[in-house]
């Protein structure tokens, strides 16, 4: 079946302007999460989706960040104002049912932003 | 808080050696511990994860990781190395209280030579 799919694959913006990033889950999975991983690094947390419920937000690094996932499926993390530090690659995963710690994360292919 | 370290930001092997990639975690609680792969232009994928059953836990494409708790590790192991194993793997782990996070190494970029 389908896979987590992320788009646009690849993002390129001048400093100062908005981008949104999106993610379209697996189908019927409850729970949705953002990572942002920098060159060289592992995935951080950004935020995390219940359904509709933005239950988690606290790994978003400033409020120029902002995700919604309004029916409960596909989600949008926008950026606004954005600056170089913010280039990295935003990967988009999903599981099955509460977000339960042991769970597996369905990932997918990430969106890369480069911002100039 | 907890947090993962992974030992060697690259390693190389010969294809038919053996794999260890080492990996390290804090945490005040039993963790859930994880090893992904990712491989260039796509997302991470699962090869294992430790769910507090058995310690040795095997994974996809013939790789296994065991359980220490005495030493906090969870090291990656592969008995011989095939060229299709050249990726960067990522160790994580996250809590039985932790809910939604899960941390991440800083990965090991993993070589397989001819």
């Known amino acids: 079946g389908a896979g987590v799919s992320q788009s646009p694959r690849y993002k390129v913006a001048k400093r100062g302007q908005d981008v949104a990033l999106r993610c379209d889950p697996i189908s019927g999975h409850v729970s949705l999460f953002w990572y942002q991983q920098a060159l060289g690094q592992g995935p951080e947390f950004l935020t995390y989706?219940?359904?509709?419920?933005?239950?988690?937000k606290s790994g978003l690094p400033s409020d120029r960040f902002f995700a919604e996932r309004p029916e409960g499926s596909v989600s949008t993390l926008k950026i606004q104002r954005t600056q170089q530090e913010d280039s990295a690659v935003y990967l988009c995963a999903s599981s099955l049912t509460s977000g339960r710690a042991q769970e597996t994360q369905y990932f997918g292919p990430g969106t890369r932003l480069l911002v100039l | 808080a907890q947090s993962v370290t992974q030992l060697g930001s690259h390693v190389s092997v010969s294809e038919g050696a053996l794999v260890l990639l080492r990996c390290n975690y804090s945490?005040?609680?039993?963790?859930?511990l994880f090893w992904y792969v990712q491989y260039p232009n796509q997302g991470l994928q699962l090869l294992l994860k430790?769910?507090?059953?058995?310690?040795l836990v095997k994974g996809i494409n013939g790789f296994e990781a065991e359980f220490k708790k005495s030493e906090t590790s969870f090291h990656l192991t592969k008995p011989s190395a095939h060229m299709s194993d050249a990726a960067e793997y990522f160790c994580?782990?996250?809590?039985?209280?932790?809910?939604?996070?899960?941390?991440f190494g800083a990965g090991t970029r993993l070589f397989v030579k001819a």
């Open positions: 994580a782990v996250s809590e039985h209280t932790g809910g939604f996070k899960t941390i």
């Open positions: 989706f219940q359904n509709e419920a933005q239950l988690d």
């Open positions: 945490s005040s609680v039993p963790p859930y």
């Open positions: 430790y769910t507090s059953a058995a310690t």
